[in-house]
């Protein structure tokens, strides 16, 4: 039996999409800070864990800066051509990119990842573990790429990373939908072999994690707007 479809994106990401679209168009100007959750609760009529992931989603793509005490800010943006962020793309052709840049990231992480990166990285598994929304799975499930990105050290590969962020969202969430939490095992393991310094095994665990993942969501076939 195939698993039903979600079609409906979690709140969080609605709220984001808004924020990001009064980003881009100036509406929010760098420096301008953004409403507070509670401002946000009020507005999208969301909980409080919405309007968190909101912002949480915003900062993890570059766009503003959470400051203890004082909020969130937006953040001046690059002005490369944001044509790519645009494009349509194929989950076929998406995973296989995937396959190229997460698979080295790995690798690289095991060479270079600091222990509070290590440390940062098992527990964004165990709290993607431990959530029982779809939402939160997907949020986690894409923060911990995010951070084996970041663990990399290659500016490169973050920042790519980064540009195709939208498209990562809307996968992992897709991925959830089907798939559940299950992905924390992989992240797990792919922790070991980072912590345990083997390039070559924390590879070959991100292209089982990969491989996976298309197998057990082959029946979606659309493409990521």
């Known amino acids: ?58 900062a993890a793509q570059g766009l503003v800066e959470t400051r203890k005490g004082s909020g969130s800010f937006v953040l001046e943006q690059c002005t490369s051509d944001p044509a790519l ?18 698979t080295e990231s790995a690798g690289l992480a095991a060479q270079r990842a600091d222990d509070t990166a290590i440390a940062h990285m098992r527990r964004l598994a165990i709290l993607m573990q431990e959530s029982s929304s779809k939402a939160d799975i997907a949020l986690y499930d894409e923060k ?9 050290h290659n500016s490169a590969i973050l920042q790519i990373f980064k540009l195709l962020q939208d498209s990562f969202s809307k996968m992992f969430y897709q991925n959830v939908c089907i798939m559940g939490s299950e992905g924390y095992l992989y992240h797990l393991k792919i922790i070991s072999a980072i912590e345990s310094r083997n390039s070559d095994l924390a590879r070959e665990y991100m292209q089982e994690h990969l491989d996976r993942a298309v197998e057990k969501t082959s029946m979606i076939n659309y493409n990521i707007p």
């Open 85 to 102: 962020c645009l494009q349509k793309i194929n989950r076929i052709d998406l995973f296989e990119f995937r396959r190229i840049l997460e």
């Open 144 to 152: 911990f790429h995010l951070a084996l990105a970041q663990a990399s």
């Open 1 to 58: 039996m195939i698993p039903a479809r979600c079609t409906q994106a979690p709140k969080y990401e609605h709220i984001a999409s808004q924020l990001k679209h009064s980003i881009l168009t100036g509406e929010l100007l760098p420096g301008d800070k953004l409403p507070s959750e509670a401002e946000i609760c009020s507005t999208y009529g969301v909980s409080r864990s919405s309007a968190r992931g909101a912002i949480s989603a915003l």
